[in-house]
């Protein structure tokens, strides 16, 4: 396909790579021939699909404490991706990128029973007031599964071999010796993701450590907010995606960290 070859918009086109007297099989074989590039504007991108059924329950175990859990269990489907033929992107359909079938969240809010007007302490000094009482914690806690893989779609699945591990390592991701790359000019039978292999869940803790109290200068009140907040808070890793590229050396290896690691910001909000 890439051999030379009389071109017959020679005289026709005048200038341009196909106004010289040859050129490519491969250019002649195209849909639009007289043409090197063409830019389509406002061109439907795809179809996509999400459903999704999401449980929500709440508690309030007293006045200070409430908790919330959400779990949301959901199906993305689209083709909207670089397809192989241009006029079936049915060929295309597949799970979406940011497909994430399973996801649970748990938050709770729990002012700290100790200091003037709670629990305990009520009765203690300005000092330890200051230093113990009138704390509030709040947390929210992620865990979610991982994101499809895709890889090149010059690839092909030795039939009878399953690509998902069931240990997979960062070394190791997926069983890179059930796939081969495709000859030349052929398409792979590797589909728009991987089947049964997703990249690294998510399990995530964020927290908030706030306290309010009120002060006054003369004769005017104000209020201050000192907050503490941990993102990520037991720094716990979320690897990125493996290599996908078939003909990379690190094919099917994790090189990279998806999250950020711990993250702690100190704030002081005064209003007055």
């Given at each position: 396909m890439t051999d030379s070859v009389a071109n017959p918009f020679f005289g026709l086109i005048g200038s341009g790579t196909l106004a010289a007297k040859i050129t490519s099989r491969q250019q002649l074989l195209l849909p639009y021939p007289q043409y090197t590039a063409i830019s389509q504007v406002f061109v439907p991108a795809g179809n996509s699909d999400y459903e999704a059924v999401t449980i929500q329950a709440e508690k309030r175990l007293s006045k200070s404490l409430t908790f919330l859990v959400a779990y949301t269990r959901s199906k993305a489907i689209d083709d909207v991706r670089t397809p192989y033929d241009q006029y079936n992107h049915q060929w295309e359909k597949g799970l979406s990128s940011f497909d994430a079938p399973n996801q649970l969240r748990f938050s709770a809010v729990w002012n700290l029973p100790y200091g003037h007007g709670r629990t305990f302490g009520a009765n203690s000094n300005r000092v330890m007031n200051l230093l113990l009482?009138?704390?509030?914690?709040?947390?929210?806690?992620?865990?979610?599964?991982?994101?499809?893989?895709?890889?090149?779609?010059?690839?092909?699945?030795?039939?009878?071999?399953?690509?998902a591990l069931n240990n997979p390592t960062l070394a190791q991701w997926f069983n890179t010796s059930a796939l081969t790359v495709a000859p030349s000019y052929t398409y792979g039978n590797v589909g728009p993701v991987l089947t049964g292999v997703r990249t690294d869940s998510v399990k995530n803790i964020d927290a908030v450590l706030v306290k309010t109290f009120s002060a006054t200068i003369g004769d005017h009140a104000i209020t201050i907010q000192f907050r503490s907040e941990f993102y990520n808070l037991f720094n716990h890793p979320q690897f990125a995606a493996p290599n996908g590229t078939i003909t990379s050396q690190s094919f099917g290896q994790v090189t990279s960290q998806a999250n950020s690691p711990r993250d702690i910001q100190f704030g002081l909000k005064v209003s007055f």
């Amino acid at each position: 396909m890439t051999d030379s070859v009389a071109n017959p918009f020679f005289g026709l086109i005048g200038s341009g790579t196909l106004a010289a007297k040859i050129t490519s099989r491969q250019q002649l074989l195209l849909p639009y021939p007289q043409y090197t590039a063409i830019s389509q504007v406002f061109v439907p991108a795809g179809n996509s699909d999400y459903e999704a059924v999401t449980i929500q329950a709440e508690k309030r175990l007293s006045k200070s404490l409430t908790f919330l859990v959400a779990y949301t269990r959901s199906k993305a489907i689209d083709d909207v991706r670089t397809p192989y033929d241009q006029y079936n992107h049915q060929w295309e359909k597949g799970l979406s990128s940011f497909d994430a079938p399973n996801q649970l969240r748990f938050s709770a809010v729990w002012n700290l029973p100790y200091g003037h007007g709670r629990t305990f302490g009520a009765n203690s000094n300005r000092v330890m007031n200051l230093l113990l009482g009138g704390w509030n914690l709040n947390g929210i806690a992620t865990v979610q599964s991982g994101f499809p893989i895709s890889i090149s779609r010059t690839a092909n699945v030795t039939y009878g071999q399953n690509v998902a591990l069931n240990n997979p390592t960062l070394a190791q991701w997926f069983n890179t010796s059930a796939l081969t790359v495709a000859p030349s000019y052929t398409y792979g039978n590797v589909g728009p993701v991987l089947t049964g292999v997703r990249t690294d869940s998510v399990k995530n803790i964020d927290a908030v450590l706030v306290k309010t109290f009120s002060a006054t200068i003369g004769d005017h009140a104000i209020t201050i907010q000192f907050r503490s907040e941990f993102y990520n808070l037991f720094n716990h890793p979320q690897f990125a995606a493996p290599n996908g590229t078939i003909t990379s050396q690190s094919f099917g290896q994790v090189t990279s960290q998806a999250n950020s690691p711990r993250d702690i910001q100190f704030g002081l909000k005064v209003s007055f």
